[in-house]
């Protein structure tokens, strides 16, 4: 009989998310109900802002949808963003006509490098939009001083970060800038789908919570819209999972951190090594903390030696009963973005880093010994 199969990914669903969304089933308000603004404060709490800064949204697109909008970035403008990351991150600056300009990353922390940020810039340069990739915090408080230097707007993308803190020992979300998390069900924590948007201002958040309920504003009359908007409300069903999740969060993230230590310790054994520390042609592990930063793990990705076959790795894995991903293809080379002008050798960390990465089977009841599992196969693939 052959061995389970060993997912990608697994959200943590028990009673207590039973539990609440029955309450929201019998109570008949499935949508726009007492469970989103209990949602929102909870998540405002959790993050360290004040409440009325959050709107939660379906989607993490939509709160970066909603974030661009904020910084009224539109048709002409220019933000510079990263090349390695979920699409989202640029599609939705070309929802508002605006345009990424793509910058190569960090080695180590696969986010963008501020040094490469501000050789690039020039007038025609007229935001940032980094990411926290993989759930390590971007050099923040460096972008934050080259944008006020040149007078720029920035957006954090924080769909992969909640929990991530910074170099200042802050929060991902919570240093003033519009910030957009999001809760796809291999995230940190889930809700299905579902978002939310930490806006810079009081102000901006009452108009992002109008433009997420197609345009109306609280207390409105049915049917009655002040301005542009979109359908992209959470329900009440989703916002009820969200409570239950924030509840369990910090286990969450304790048992994600120790599966990430367990894995690293294992490929250690083999000859991975940190970035920077080895060859980095080699096997390299994905950097954990570092000094006051802390990774909020959101999936664990090995750079595979340059001379391995990767897509052939996944394929014997899969053959193996064990799911395995490529994270991420780059961007810039994306057909949508070769159409318009992105070419293959712009930016080489970032696509080195693309061509060998590898996502392993990660999610916080991952069993040990599915853990074991997956190393001895992978270790037997790789010959070590």
Not at 64 to 75: C, N, S, Y
Not at 263 to 287: H, K, M, N, Q, W
Not at 302 to 324: H, T, W
Request: charged residues 25%.
């Amino acid at each position: 009989m052959s061995a389970e199969r060993i997912p990608l990914a697994r959200p943590v669903i028990g009673a207590r998310e039973e539990e609440l969304v029955l309450e929201v089933l019998r109570s008949g308000m499935l949508s726009l109900g007492p469970k989103l603004g209990e949602f929102e404060r909870g998540f405002a709490s959790r993050v360290g802002v004040e409440p009325e800064l959050v709107s939660a949204v379906s989607s993490g697109t939509a709160a970066l949808h909603l974030a661009v909008r904020e910084q009224g970035w539109g048709t002409g403008d220019r933000v510079v963003t990263t090349p390695l990351s979920f699409v989202a991150s640029s599609n939705c600056l070309l929802f508002e006509g605006a345009e990424p300009v793509f910058c190569d990353v960090d080695p180590a922390t696969l986010t963008l490098d501020p040094a490469a940020v501000e050789s690039m810039l020039d007038e025609r340069i007229d935001g940032l939009l980094p990411v926290h990739i993989f759930g390590f915090p971007a050099a923040i408080a460096e972008l934050e001083r080259i944008a006020a230097a040149h007078g720029l707007g920035l957006v954090e993308d924080c769909a992969q970060a909640l929990g991530t803190v910074d170099a200042e020992g802050r929060e991902a979300g919570s240093r003033g800038n519009p910030s957009a998390f999001a809760f796809y069900a291999n995230k940190q924590m889930a809700t299905g789908e579902g978002g939310m948007l930490i806006s810079g201002s009081a102000e901006a958040a009452d108009v992002a919570r109008s433009e997420r309920n197609q345009g109306r504003a609280p207390g409105m009359k049915f049917m009655d819209h002040e301005r542009l908007g979109f359908n992209y409300r959470i329900t009440d069903l989703q916002a009820a999972l969200g409570i239950a999740q924030l509840e369990r969060l910090d286990d969450m993230l304790a048992a994600r951190a120790a599966i990430a230590s367990r894995y690293s310790e294992r490929f250690t054994a083999i000859g991975a090594t940190e970035p920077g520390a080895g060859d980095p042609d080699d096997l390299v592990l994905p950097l954990a903390d570092r000094g006051v930063e802390r990774r909020s793990w959101f999936v664990y990705v090995l750079r595979l030696p340059k001379s391995v076959d990767r897509d052939g790795v996944i394929a014997e894995l899969d053959r193996r009963g064990i799911d395995a991903r490529p994270y991420l293809p780059c961007i810039h080379l994306l057909d949508l973005y070769r159409e318009r002008g992105w070419r293959e050798g712009q930016f080489p960390i970032a696509e080195d880093f693309s061509r060998r990465s590898l996502a392993l089977p990660f999610y916080p009841a991952l069993p040990e010994d599915s853990q074991e599992r997956v190393v001895r196969e992978l270790t037997d693939i790789l010959g070590r």
